[in-house]
């Protein structure tokens, strides 16, 4: 069993930050790619930011220079850093970890999501 906590979601001001936290525990073996997708009402679920075991990110385009993904293995969580948050960031997210378990099984977990609301 794996089981992933998100934490840091919540309402702020357009230009505001936040850092999103997705902690697992469980049986895990290794995790390999880590990702923040979201999902706005009405939209389909987007890939927003990934990060490799070896630390190599890619980010969506809508993104890239406000947001920042990082990692830290010892503790299996994956954090986004928001900053000069649109109203348009405003969204469920969600982690996405890539992971092998004990049982040397590979399999996708995916985060419960947060709510990330950004207005005046």
């Known amino acids: 069993q794996v089981q992933l906590v998100e934490s840091g979601g919540g309402l702020v001001q357009p230009g505001g930050s936040l850092r999103l936290s997705c902690a697992a525990s469980?049986?895990?073996?290794?995790?390999?790619?880590m990702d923040w997708y979201r999902q706005a009402p009405g939209k389909e679920r987007e890939l927003v930011a990934g990060?490799?075991?070896?630390?190599?990110?890619n980010y969506a385009d809508s993104v890239k220079g406000r947001f920042t993904i990082s990692r830290d293995n010892a503790k299996n969580t994956v954090y986004l850093q928001m900053n000069s948050l649109k109203p348009e960031d405003t969204a469920v997210y969600y982690c996405?970890?890539?992971?092998?378990?004990?049982?040397?099984?590979?399999?996708?977990?995916w985060g419960q999501g947060i709510q990330v609301t950004v207005s005046s």
């Open positions: 990060i490799t075991s070896d630390s190599r990110r």
């Open positions: 469980g049986s895990i073996f290794s995790i390999y790619y």
């Open positions: 996405k970890l890539d992971l092998s378990t004990l049982a040397r099984m590979r399999i996708d977990y």
